[in-house]
């Protein structure tokens, strides 16, 4: 199993933690949304576009256009192949892109879309309403920094949250080896000094296929972005603001609501869930499989002897996150085995001193997915 924490991702079983924080936008739209004209379409155009939006009144927010046409989300899936681009430039100039073919497994052709790459796509739209826009990418080697890109509909941008789209790398903490102790717990054996301290572990980055849909990296609108389209022939436009991708697929959707926890559990119930015999699964943070910066990496609490583990005299790597863990869209995944199945309760060993009287946000999807609606904040 596979859980993540998100401070707003697969076996075994995957935890992940996301960080989000709910804000208000107070900038309203007053106007037509300016677009580019065909003819003079190219990446200076679009960057001009993407760095004075913020000073254009016309461009509304989110917020805003969230609720500005009819609530329709069709039951509709829309799959654009890298492949089939109809136009790719870098540094202003036409060009062909590199393709790869079947690469790390992924069946098909994917695109390198460079650091100053524009591409575009031309698809159709059965059913006018809100979509999901999801993004297949591999995060092939570049300058280590998050992956940046800006979307346009036809020449437009629709709102000002998709001026800056971050994906993320995935990253591992270094370590010499590993081995599961009497007790079940995992335990990795992190480079040493000459003291006997456990030395900070480097970061590596471990890439893979990643699909991921578009979040705000303000992190004020805490669920994914989505795009209004009506029915008909539209262009999509993918501009590159920061770091190369190899792109694989961009998909128009809408995902089923999550439902809340009462519903999910008589769905369990009704399928013969039931409690497990006690047995305790103990992830210890530190050893967490992969991450999505490399400033996630284990540190060293000494501030009390039930950190685990813990030493009077050498200085151990026992837990992970703190100050580097507090910007919205970062998480940490661990990798877990289940020997028996049935209901277990989630709880956490942590702290939060940072900032006094303030609680602490986070998304937890097992499997990539979350599990009932008050998982989700």
Known sequence: MVVRMARRKWGARFLSLTLCAAMLS?????????????????????????????????????????????????DERIEINAGDYIYYEESNVEAEPEIYTDFEGMEGDSVLVTETGLIEYEFTVPVSGYYDLSVLYYPIEGKSSEIQRAFFIDGELPYGELSLIEFSRIWSANVTESYVNADGVEVRCWIKDNQGNDLKPSSVEVPEWVESYCYDSDGYITDNLQIYLEEGTHTISMLSLREPMLLRQLTFSNREDVLDYASVRAQWDAQGATATSGQMIRIEAENAARTSSQMLY????????????????ELLNNSIGGSSWQSAGQWIEWEFEVAE????????????????????????????EVPFAEMSQ
């Open 341 to 368: 199945s049935g209901y277990y309760n989630i709880s956490l060993f942590d702290k939060q001193n940072f900032v006094r009287g303030i609680f602490v946000s986070r998304r937890i999807t097992i499997d990539g």
């Open 26 to 74: 107070g900038i309203f739209y007053t106007g037509e949304i300016p677009s580019l004209a065909a003819e003079s379409v190219g990446y200076d155009d679009y960057m001009d576009l993407v760095s004075t939006y913020a000073l254009n009144d016309s461009i509304p927010m989110y917020k805003e256009y969230a609720t500005a046409m009819e609530q329709v989300f069709p």
């Open 298 to 313: 284990p540190q060293q609490d000494q501030s009390s002897p039930a950190v685990y583990p813990s030493s009077a005299r």
